[in-house]
């Protein structure tokens, strides 16, 4: 039986490295030469052919060894894809010789060498997995529970697979002293400890993003073939198959990839998966994909304004920046409706939160949590609650939980033993100061209340789409989805931009020539996660129409 280690450190046979060599360029190596240093960005790969190599952890109060690299060994983690910063540093032990792959070299084997390639994607993901594993710490952030921008910092972490450790200054004993250390105190909290013992004051997310290399580096000047605004299933499905075909692509997430099927525990109905699978693990594979072909995925940037000029596309950035496209595809997905309820606002993230992630769930240990909502975000998350808190009470307005909801979860609601349903109630209160503390339900038939001593309120009650970027650009329905093909006005498909083009809008297309639109925030779509799949996979033939007719 194949170990995890045997999984995480192959070593590639001679016909193997002998694939690589015309790829690569093989060098004589030193003991105590550095191959690359933690925090180190687009850094090589390397194939041991003699001596060995170790791989140090400096994260902790000492370096650590990793493991060693001996002749067929190979280096690199999913960081080598990804572009982000490097975790961990690599030195010689021994002298040697290494075989050495630049990271665009290493994508190209990776496109076109089937056999290769699984094996490296295979490693390379085990030994992410095995490094988070083992006591790996990452960066530090220093906090308080109850701070809503600390939870925004460790929530980013937590969805963007940054590893982290976190630091409670009123719980953990050792805060204090840390934060004496670098002259700060807990009214300047939090903070973040990062490669080296650099800090970080109240940094922002976009700050944080920065710092661990999440950004995509643009050229100026540079012009994509396709810019897809929004990693969701729909965006990151066009990445995969649009990078595989080899287009430009540069995607942009304002939050985290993945979206809000990101946030999902456990999606059991999506074809292929009979175990089910979390929808952090598909977000996580879909961005792999992608990225081995050669798609860019930056985060957290948001788009601001859609614009043409000379025949390109120009979307605005919320830092100021701009990029430049033949096609654009919004896949920008909705955001969550939250109740407008006095003071909650004041508890988001605090108490009042918008998906239920490890993270959430463990603040969940043994208390009351209230979940509002009859969709399948909502059973999903109450069944992933239930296996840390005491109860969960699921309120919705109407009287069938079945009426929203796959049957599935309502049975295994129905036989959950900790789980309570309030039909025919909504929120009519929440009390607490630095933390939630209580919901009041009211009945909407006899107007009776009952309080429930609640730690924790979830919000399952749909979204509005994120549209607001493309006001005055493309057509949009009453309630702000983007209309494409035929739900487009006899106006807007008649309309001289499409005589221009000698052509009528495709069926993804919106009311501008090349812009298209997939997922939640197309009007029409059907709202699940294979659907949106589906339409980011096809509006990828509708790009290469419109690019090679403007050719």
């Known amino acids: ?21 015309p790829r690569g360029r093989v060098r004589n190596v030193e003991a105590g030469e550095v191959m690359w240093s933690e925090g180190e960005r687009g850094f090589g790969f390397f194939v041991v052919l003699e001596g060995e190599m170790e791989i140090v952890d400096a994260t902790g109060d ?44 290493l994508r190209r084997v990776i496109s076109e060498l089937a056999e290769i390639s699984e094996v490296l994607l295979r490693a390379f993901l085990m030994r992410r997995r095995l490094l988070l594993g083992d006591g790996f710490r990452g960066i530090q952030i220093i906090g308080s529970r109850f701070s809503p921008d600390a939870h925004h910092l460790r929530e980013f972490c937590s969805r963007n697979d940054i590893a982290y450790t976190w630091i409670d200054v009123e719980q953990d004993p050792h805060a204090e002293e840390l934060l004496c250390q670098f002259h700060v105190g807990v009214d300047q909290t939090p903070v973040v400890i990062g ?73 059991e109905n ?70 407008d309820i006095p003071g909650l606002r004041e508890l988001e993230g605090n108490g009042v939160y918008y998906a239920a992630t490890e993270m959430e769930a463990r603040l969940c240990s043994q208390v009351e949590v209230v979940i509002v909502g009859g969709g399948n975000s909502a059973g999903q998350a109450a069944m992933y609650l239930s296996r840390y808190a005491r109860r969960v009470h699921i ?16 049975d295994r609601i129905d ?38 001593p609640s730690r924790a309120l979830f919000l399952f009650i749909g979204a509005v789409p994120r549209t607001g970027w493309l006001s005055g650009c493309v057509a949009l329905d009453r309630r702000g989805f983007v209309l494409t093909g035929e739900t487009l006005t006899p106006d807007a ?13 495709f069926f993804l297309e919106t009311s501008q020539p090349g812009v298209f639109a997939a997922g939640d925030v197309r009007a029409g779509s059907v709202k699940r996660v294979a659907s949106a799949v589906g339409e980011g996979s096809m509006s990828v033939s509708f790009v290469h129409a419109h690019i090679g007719a403007a050719v």
């Open 1 to 21: 039986m194949t170990s995890d280690q045997d999984i995480a450190f192959p070593k590639l046979t001679k016909a193997q490295i002998d694939a690589l060599r």
């Open 62 to 105: 000492a370096p650590r060894q990793v493991v060693v690299h001996q002749p067929g060994h190979f280096s690199g983690d999913v960081d080598m894809l990804t572009g982000r910063v490097s975790l961990i540093s690599a030195r010689m032990v021994t002298d040697g010789q290494v075989l050495e792959l630049d990271s665009q070299a």
């Open 195 to 267: 490669r080296g013992g650099e800090l970080l004051t109240s940094p922002t997310v976009a700050e944080l993003a920065r710092y661990m290399g999440l950004d995509a580096r643009v050229a100026d000047g540079e012009v994509f073939d396709l810019v897809v605004v929004g990693a969701g299933p729909a965006g990151l499905a066009a990445s995969v198959y649009a990078s595989s075909e080899g287009l430009r692509v540069l995607t942009v997430e304002g939050t985290a990839v993945g979206g809000q099927a990101g946030t999902s525990s456990r999606i």
């Open 270 to 339: 999506y074809l292929g998966f009979p175990t089910g699978i979390s929808g952090a693990d598909l977000a996580r594979n879909a961005q792999l994909q992608a990225q081995k072909f050669g798609a860019r995925i930056s985060v957290p940037q948001s788009a601001v304004k859609l614009g043409l000029e000379g025949g390109l596309r120009t979307i605005k950035l919320d830092d100021g920046s701009r990029i430049t496209a033949r096609c654009v595809l919004v896949a920008s997905g909705a955001e969550y409706r939250t109740l």
């Open 395 to 410: 309120c919705i307005r109407g009287k069938d939980l079945g009426h929203s909801m796959s049957r599935y979860l309502v």
């Open 415 to 452: 036989k959950a033993g900790n789980i309570q349903v309030h039909k025919g109630h909504v929120v009519s209160s929440v009390e607490g100061g630095e933390t939630l503390n209580q919901v009041r339900l009211r009945c909407l038939e006899k107007g009776e209340e009952v309080a429930i």
């Open 493 to 505: 498909r008649d309309a001289d931009t499409w005589k221009n083009v000698g052509r009528t809008p």
